[in-house]
């Protein structure tokens, strides 16, 4: 029965698809009198999604096995929090509250567009037809709700990596509500195009969607580390995994546009690059959904296995080649002739910015995609892998993270180099200081004091901008919105300079050692004891976990116990290792399994020194976008202004 | 002169302590590394996905990390012991391929773009802007010309 509420309320939501793309694009091509019906159509959407997706939870939530999904997907054993994360734990389930998600930025935007909004209404259109691509995707080739006979009494239960840890309930929701978001901006960049115009209104209100979806993404792929280094084992958080890449793409690219879009809103350049970046971000979205869904990157020949690697292809060879020709088409529209006057000026910093963050995304694009084309042409198998992306990574992450410094020190237009140095020369001294502090203390690592330079700089000049120029808090919505979009942008920027220093220390500092211990043995490490004292087994609903007693001394001073574990999930082959941390103000001891047996354990035991500061620096970019954020809102002006009155002059925070 | 001595202070003690990190860096050595654990961070593991040696927990990884401690307390080289694991499984191993004709592309593309994205800004800064100035009539041209001598003048009059 849910399976059948299931399908009603896809094909509902189809039809309100189809009818949200053709009254959009009819309103927009004046005839302003079907915007009512248009929000009809929105509402037949928004309803048929949320039926789906209500059957979807109920049937995993009451154990229906007559439909695939949970069949395949779930098991009685599952408890309630994995139960409901199970729907999107699974490649059906996954592309259902994607397309939920997608909806929900469709049914949010088609409120702030009027009758007369052609631009709005454009943009409304092509996201709902993104939309209907997805859910048509769904019916066809990865639908939840293909009933299953006969209906079997139990399931396998989603994937044991996916129920192991609570994590796993908040990143993909988080991912995806940046990942999709990043639809609209690209809708936004496609009407301009179609309109031929992309003016003050259209960077504004594609700024503020970008920032939205850059602060959710910028959490899900954090947090996504975070659920690397608590679950996998490891002992990292990152590994330039095909799928970790196809988080960050997107990321680079939306990054580069926050940045290109203040230089368009101040002086009017970078029009059509602007558009090009909303344009390129969605296509990466879009091969990262490929990458990560189609099975391609195992292997070229788990191709086959996935029904949707073929559809998702499609779209991103129509997406890309769409947005190209319609760019080669209309693009020249756009330019208005404005020119850089000096290299060293504002707009030269966010030029170099936005040039350094387009060349880190082809780096990433062209490691990840390698192997693939290789094998695909010549059939033999190549490994690109961490070696290759650091070489390139780290050293243009620390050209960036020095540009951070000093690009919110230089004034627009042009600078005089002397008054440049000035400026510079306080937080450069800082910076400096920071790398011979710890060259002091015996860091030699040239990485970590390297990056110190480079953070110390870019802290200290955020510092001393603080100081320079006072908040303002009176004064117009317009500068106070402006003043927290600077702010926010500053807290951003200090936030990455955090984690930068943190990605060098857990990099370049990290110790392992290797330990086996026989119960009742104690043997050191890191300057700690360890003292194996036996396994305990817990048996849970899902799974059963056998974990290793390790009592943590230091100086004969108890600290307590630890339980890196293993966990055996019912119907499930293989046992998951699951790590325990030791997390101080300095550092984190991180315990992972590497054979347990009943009288014998063998550890391997990761030192990283002040761990916390990545999981602090990356909260801090966060609570930055968060303040951005909340100055567009605050600074946005009413959208209904007759197109006679020129906007007001935003008075800008920045010298 | 002495003032402009002092007006150099803040400039000399930040070349100087520049200079001193610099050659600590340079002249103090690299840090002593982990020649097992490093190896092991540029082979991948044979039967996981996307994993190198050094990360992975499988036994084939395992294996492998404490065969290449063999290696390395036989005294041989990173390069003898790369071609070693090379020979049996293939430049698959390797997580960084090596630069010949099947992996040029890999590592020659790069360099190439940014060349490339140089040139194209180049260009785009120094060509000349097309667009609004040219559209103009030469009347309009003039009207513009007058306006903003006029809005000059009265920047300067005010007090």
Known sequence: MTGVIGMTGLFTALLGAVGTVALAALTAAHRPRLRAHLRVAVHVLVLGTLVALAALLVALLTDDFSIRYTAENHARATPMLYTIATAWAGLEGSLLVWSGVLVGFVGLLVRQVGRHDRLGLLAVAVTAAVTLFFLTMIVVAANPFVPVDPVPADGPGPNPLLQNHVLMAVHPPLLYVGYIGLTVPFAFGIAALMLGHAGRDWVARTRTWTLVSWTFLTAGVVIGGLWAYEVLGWGGYWAWDPVENASLLPWLTATAFLHGAIVQERRGLLRSWNVILVLLTFVLTILGTFITRSGVIASVHSFTQSEVGPWLLTMLVVTALASLALYAWRAHELDTGVRLDRPLSREGAYLVNNLLLTFLAAIVVLGTMYPVLVEAVTGTQVSVGRPFFDRFAVPVGLVLLAAMGVGPLLPYRTARPREVWRRVRPAATAGVAAGALLLVVGVRHPWVVLTAVAAGFVLASIVGDAARRRPRIRGPRSVRGSQLGWWGGQVAHGGLALVAIAIATTGGLSKTETLDLEVGDTAGAHGYDLRFDGIRERDEPNRIVREAVIAISRDGRELGSWGPSLNEFRNQPAAIGTPSVRTTMTEDLYLALRDLQPDRVTLEIIHFPFMWVLWAGSAVMMIGGGIATAGRVVARTPRRASPTTPAAEVVHADA | ?159
């Open chain 2, 1 to 159: 002169m002495r003032d402009r001595l002092r007006a150099l202070l803040p400039d000399l003690a930040l070349v100087a302590l520049t200079m001193v990190v610099a050659a600590t860096l340079l002249l103090g050595g690299a840090p002593e590394t982990d020649r097992v654990t490093d190896l092991g961070h540029q082979l991948r593991c044979p039967v996981c996905q996307s994993e190198s040696v050094a990360d992975s927990r499988s036994d084939t990884a395992l294996a492998m990390q404490a065969r290449i401690g063999e290696l390395v307390d036989d005294g041989w080289s990173d390069e003898q012991i790369l071609d070693h694991f090379v020979a049996r499984y293939g430049d698959w191993i390797l997580l960084s391929p090596p630069l010949e004709l099947r992996s040029a592309a890999l590592w020659l593309l790069p360099p190439v773009a940014l060349v490339g994205v140089l040139l194209a800004l180049q260009r785009w800064r120094t060509r000349a802007p097309s667009g609004l100035d040219d559209d103009l009539s030469a009347a309009d041209q003039r009207r513009l010309s007058s306006a903003i001598a006029e809005l000059r003048r009265r920047e300067e009059d005010r007090p």
